[in-house]
């Protein structure tokens, strides 16, 4: 048993609103910045619905993730090694601009500027990839809140492997929403991808990041990962994904997407698992095993043989106790209500999610019936096909009767809850029906209904000496560090170049940059531009000019002739 | 005179800008070492042009290799004769040529007609571009010429044993005093070609991945606090 920590979270659908608040804040801690202005970390996808990118979970065309060769074995879907290699000079399978969408800005200038005229002055869509007009026609969420199905419902990936009878009936129509991050995955097919070796796992948390410093732009992680939550960034030429808001979940602080979720619908907590069953639970035979699988390879915290190689494996005692307080943990295994997004692709997922009862509850209501009735909701969550097999298709690789399991908990718990907010008489035959006791289901609903931020987010703060070995002291100076050429986020050759600037520090520095340089895309102001290779012309970088007399730094004026400030070759 | 300062400073100047450039760009700017694909712009022709002038300039440089570092006396003994030898290389070598070159040319069609690509094009990119095709323009003229007009000429004589001289340190300028001018500015535009390489994005040849090959699929790392928000220590107060 080799025990490792997996910082996870679990998302609860049912709490959805689908406001994207989790998305705009998360773009504008992440992806802020020109290159990765069609980048969303995090998205939420209406389903059914195409997804972002378009149509990502067609793994026949996008050939994301893992598959059993024909021994059994786990191989790359796109391909080993040998074959990744061979085509690292254009990769056959990966998505472009389009299939995402078309960054746009809007020329907000001719709101002010325009001259008087008899009618309003419109502000024009402005392509940020070459600065031209353009038509706005998609986006990440053009089909939001169903928008434009019919047209669009067909093209979702799901449906086609949904049966026909369900096909038929599609049309009573049901909706929920998918907030989608980097699932951190315990055998992430894009670090597996990677030819330079960049993308990797870190060993305390789990989280998998990009080291920006050692990515050379070979693009086949956005190939490997069959979530599509790698991204390239078309300005720098680095791959980026979801950090998992690593330098706050560091300190002990959530995600900006969890932190500041509406729904409160987001839960972080650690999970150890026995890395040594990883391989084998990834290569389960079949697709519809993996739900289990993946759950065998989680230890149970609370367990003392568990704790002790935890322990020996070098895990510190606080996180071992945040282990045993872990609301993802409790989730998943005790309570059994949080299945994984597409266990199919075998990356083992780390975000999981409550399936929403409620297109099964409004369905019933609808009808007229008690949607609060045990029996009437388990009936129907027996009969109603639609939501359960497209839910199946989602999470359990089709398989209906884990998904069935977790929705009759939840109408269990909703029927008795109502019992004793009633005052009336808790009917404890009503969780005996779904194998659980009234305790614990009472349990779950304080998880699920009352949970304050510290049950929800249970984050053990990192440690300082776990990061740096002792023979590191050796080679690495701390001057290398301070006043080093990244500071400020801008090197010898400009914004993408230089040293690693503290993550804080650089994303300080960028926003306010692009938040006062005057144009929306850089390359369309050549003469602005002030670097021969890579600085992408926005904002003034501290030290290309010379500072004003008596005031702060700002663009040189028009005509200042700043183009000569780009040397010479 | 001239023939030491073209044959003998410059090659060791090339030397030393390369080596020191590359140095330099790693130690500095690891940021910005990358292949800057534009794959994401379009990829209709880059998946043509690309491949094509890939593997195009990996047969030219081998090619280069064959025919500049390995002494012809090596391919006699080893009972390849100097016609055998030239019609090989001259036939192969051509056609590899022909084929970076296409593949070129659509890249570049490509990255002037995509309007992506094209703002993503730095003044460094065009530069580059200019250097690198007139390489491999002037050094298939001078095949060309070569075998087309005359009846082919013998580099392995004059031009092979220069360039293994310089790596010997024992210069021999003379042996290239009497190559013909086109075969002068092909190597002279190479040695321009390795000078700004370091500084473009040609860098990213040094680190072709084929480590890949051999390590594990999925890479575990330590935290490296100098990323988070919490500051690093200095040396003298780690633990
Ligand atoms: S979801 Fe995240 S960790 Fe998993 S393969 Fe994709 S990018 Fe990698
Ligand atoms: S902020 Fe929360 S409720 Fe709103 S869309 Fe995101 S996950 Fe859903």
Redesign the pocket.
């Known amino acids: 048993m080799r025990v490792m920590a997996q910082m996870a979270m679990v998302?609860n659908l049912d709490k959805?609103?689908?406001?994207?608040?989790?998305s705009v804040t998360c773009k504008q801690a992440w992806t802020n910045r020109t290159g990765v202005e069609y980048v969303w970390f995090n998205n939420?996808e209406t389903r059914p619905g195409q997804g972002y990118p378009r149509r990502y979970e067609d793994q026949e065309q996008w050939r994301g993730g893992w598959t059993l060769n024909r021994r059994g074995r786990l191989s790359l879907k796109a391909g080993g090694r040998f074959r990744k290699l061979l085509t690292i000079f254009a990769n056959p399978k990966m998505p472009g601009m389009d299939d995402y969408y078309q960054p746009w800005t809007y020329d907000y200038e001719t709101l002010t500027s325009a001259p008087l005229q008899e009618h309003t002055p419109v502000a024009r869509p402005k392509s940020l990839l070459t600065g031209k007009d353009m038509k706005i026609t998609w986006s990440a969420n053009w089909d939001d809140d169903l928008g434009g199905s019919p047209q669009h419902i067909e093209k979702d990936v799901l449906v086609r492997d949904l049966s026909d009878k369900v096909k038929a009936e599609f049309d009573k129509t049901f909706m929920f929403?998918l907030?989608r991050i980097c699932e951190h995955c315990l055998n992430p097919s894009c670090a597996a991808s990677c030819p330079s070796g960049a993308i990797y796992k870190r060993t305390e948390d789990g989280i998998v990041l990009v080291d920006q410093d050692r990515c050379r732009g070979w693009r086949m992680c956005v190939t490997g990962c069959p979530y599509k939550k790698m991204y390239f960034n078309h300005r720098t030429g680095k791959a980026e994904k979801c950090t998992f808001c690593f330098p706050r979940v560091e300190v002990g602080i959530p995600t900006v997407c969890s932190e500041?979720?509406?729904?409160r619908?987001r839960y972080i907590g650690l999970v150890l698992y026995d890395a040594d069953k990883v391989l084998e639970a990834a290569s389960t035979p079949d697709d519809t095993g993996l739900y289990e699988a993946q759950r065998e390879v989680f230890l149970d915290p609370s367990d003392p043989r568990v704790v002790a190689a935890a322990e020996a494996a070098g895990i510190h005692r606080d996180w071992i106790e945040a282990a045993q307080r872990s609301p993802v943990y409790a989730l998943i295994n005790t309570y059994k209500v949080a299945l994984p997004l597409h266990p199919e692709y075998r990356t083992m997922p780390m975000v999981w999610y409550i399936p929403p009862l409620s297109p099964v509850v409004d369905i019933v209501r609808d009808t007229g019936h008690d949607a609060e009735n045990a029996g009437n909701l388990f009936a129907a969550i027996e009969t109603l096909r639609i939501p359960v097999e497209y839910l199946a298709e989602l999470f359990t690789a089709g398989d209906t009767k884990p998904v069935e399991a977790v929705l009759r908990r939840l109408a269990a718990m909703r029927s008795y809850m109502r019992d004793i907010n009633l005052g009336r008489d808790a009917d404890e035959s009503i969780p005996g029906r779904v194998g659980m006791t009234g305790e614990l289901m009472y349990d779950m609903y304080r998880l699920l209904a009352l949970a304050k931020y510290e049950e929800r987010y249970v984050i053990p703060t990192a440690h300082e000496e776990q990061a740096h070995k002792l023979e590191e002291l050796a080679t690495e100076c701390s001057l290398d560090y301070e006043g080093g050429p990244g500071m400020g986020g801008s090197g010898p050759f400009g914004e993408s170049s230089g040293g690693a600037a503290p993550i804080a520090v650089e994303n300080f520095h960028m926003l306010r940059q692009r938040q006062t340089s005057d144009s929306p895309v850089d390359p369309a102001d050549k003469h602005t531009r002030v670097n021969l290779l890579n600085w992408d012309g926005k904002g003034t970088p501290s030290g290309l000019f010379p500072p004003e007399p008596g005031g702060p730094t700002g663009n040189p004026p028009a005509d200042s002739g700043a183009a000569e400030t780009e040397p010479k070759p | 005179m001239k023939e030491t300062v073209l044959w003998v400073v410059l090659p060791y100047v090339t030397i030393t800008i390369f080596v020191l450039g590359h140095v330099w760009r790693y130690r500095y700017d690891k940021f910005g070492w990358t292949t800057r694909s534009s794959q994401l712009y379009e990829s209709r022709l880059l998946r043509i042009g690309s491949p094509l002038f890939h593997f195009g300039v990996l047969f030219v440089l081998l090619g280069h290799i064959g025919g500049l570092a390995i002494p012809a006396s090596w391919t006699e003994a080893a009972g390849i004769s100097e016609d055998a030898y030239h019609v090989v290389a001259v036939v192969i070598g051509t056609l590899a040529g022909f084929c970076t070159l296409a593949g070129l040319a659509i890249l570049i069609y490509r990255r002037r007609t995509t309007g992506p690509v094209f703002s993503a094009t730095t003044v460094n990119d065009k530069m580059m571009y200019l250097v690198l095709t007139a390489v491999i323009v002037i050094g298939l003229a001078a095949t060309v010429a070569a075998n087309v007009v005359d009846h082919g000429y013998n580099y392995r004589e004059t031009v092979s044993p220069w360039f293994r001289s310089v790596f010997y340190l024992n210069p021999a300028p003379d042996l290239m005093r009497d190559v013909p001018p086109l075969f002068q500015l092909h190597a002279l535009s190479a040695l321009l070609l390795f000078c700004i390489w370091p500084f473009t994005r040609l860098v990213h040849m040094l680190t072709a991945p084929v480590g890949y090959l051999t390590r594990p699929y999925i890479v575990y790392r330590s935290r490296d606090a100098r990323m988070g928000a919490l500051p690093p220590r200095r040396g003298w107060e780690r633990p």
């Open positions: 998302m959805c609103i689908g406001c994207h608040t989790c939420v929403y907030p500041t979720c509406v729904g619908l």
